[in-house]
């Protein structure tokens, strides 16, 4: 069983950066890739990006190409969401999650995070 806590979410102006972090329980952190997630109100939830288990490969959903960016550190169990540039329509709660792939359909993911917020106000 892994257990996974997001952190780092909080109320920022449009523009502004937040980086979330995952923590991961499990010692065998390095053999999962991570997903990231979000849910806004009233909307499904969806696919951010996800990244590798070594971190070498990571690809992201087009609304935030270029703007977010994945990042892992196995020795600290830990998956990073950068976020620059935000925009008010990045408000959600945000997820991360862990498969045994790099999967973007969120049913392929085992473990799931409680979620962290993120807001950005205009």
């Known amino acids: 069983q892994v257990q996974l806590v997001e952190s780092g979410g909080g109320l920022v102006q449009a523009g502004g950066s937040l980086r979330l972090s995952c923590a991961a329980s499990?010692?065998?952190?390095?053999?999962?890739?991570m997903g990231w997630f979000r849910q806004a109100p009233g909307k499904e939830r969806e696919f951010v990006g996800a990244?590798?288990?070594?971190?070498?490969?990571?690809y992201y959903a087009d609304s935030v190409k270029g703007r977010f960016t994945i990042s892992r550190d196995n020795a600290k169990n830990t998956v990073y969401l950068q976020m620059n540039s935000l925009k008010p329509e990045d408000t959600a709660v945000y997820h991360c999650?862990?498969?045994?792939?790099?999967?973007?359909?969120?049913?392929?993911?085992?473990?799931w995070g409680q979620g962290t917020q993120v807001t950005v106000s205009s």
């Open positions: 990244i590798s288990r070594s971190g070498a490969f990571t």
């Open positions: 999650a862990a498969s045994v792939g790099v999967p973007a359909d969120e049913r392929r993911y085992d473990y």
């Open positions: 499990e010692r065998t952190f390095s053999n999962y890739g």
